[in-house]
């Protein structure tokens, strides 16, 4: 197993009734062969389809666990978790990327460089981007949290600067759905250590109460005011609040 490609080592457990396998050649094709529900099986590569506006689904080629049979291309989301949080591949930086590049770093309006950084399957069951140096604090969060019965997942992670920008300028214009956005440039989802967590209603979550008491311990920290979503992977502010015997930064309110 990689870092990249968590579901390596793995087995997973046919959940649907109906878990239609795919023409290899075409995915979006449907045959008329399933995977049996209750299949323990194993993913051998992974594709990913392009639904369109960012939507996508993630396909894997499964086989037996013993590796003996080989079932087909089914949509992990008939699998028991649906490939929540599994890390799919590296993300290199591009050659002669700039600073508007998928792959470029910004803090406090400043360019930072470029970074690696690695897909995920998030809460949407959308693809999402982290660092490559916050996934082993993360996946131990998601670990740590499942071990008390709790998901952990997120909703968005690194972000380009076009993407940034994308976001600023609906909420600047007051479209509908679209959450406070901070200028292109200025986000700490553009230096890597920010985690939109999935976390619906604030206070009262399951989730959310767990990462009040757990998330600092792990290096994960609240940083922004009247956003319960919003974590930062910052171990010397986490390590800070901790001691303070809270899970926020100074200034931060619910």
Known sequence: MTVAESFR??????ADPDARIREAGDLAALTTATVPKGARVRI???RVLETGNKSSIVFGRAVSED???????TSTRNLDGKFVNETLWAVPPENGAG??????????????GQVELVAIVDAKLEIERLALNTIEPYVALVAAGAADGVLVAINSGFRSYPEQKLLWEGF??????????AKPGGSNHQNGIAFDIA?????GNPTYEW????????GFVRTVSKEPWHWEYDPPRAEAAKRG???RTPGVNP
């Open 9 to 14: 080592d793995k087995t997973f457990v046919v």
């Open 44 to 46: 051998a590569e992974v």
């Open 67 to 73: 590796g003996a049979t080989e079932f087909g291309w």
């Open 99 to 112: 600073r508007f590049g998928p792959n470029a770093a910004w803090s406090k309006g400043a360019y930072l």
């Open 172 to 181: 600047s214009k007051g479209i509908p759905g679209v959450n406070r956005a």
């Open 199 to 203: 976390v619906p209603g604030g206070d």
């Open 211 to 218: 990462l009040k008491k757990h998330a600092t311990g792990f």
């Open 245 to 247: 015997g809270t899970f």
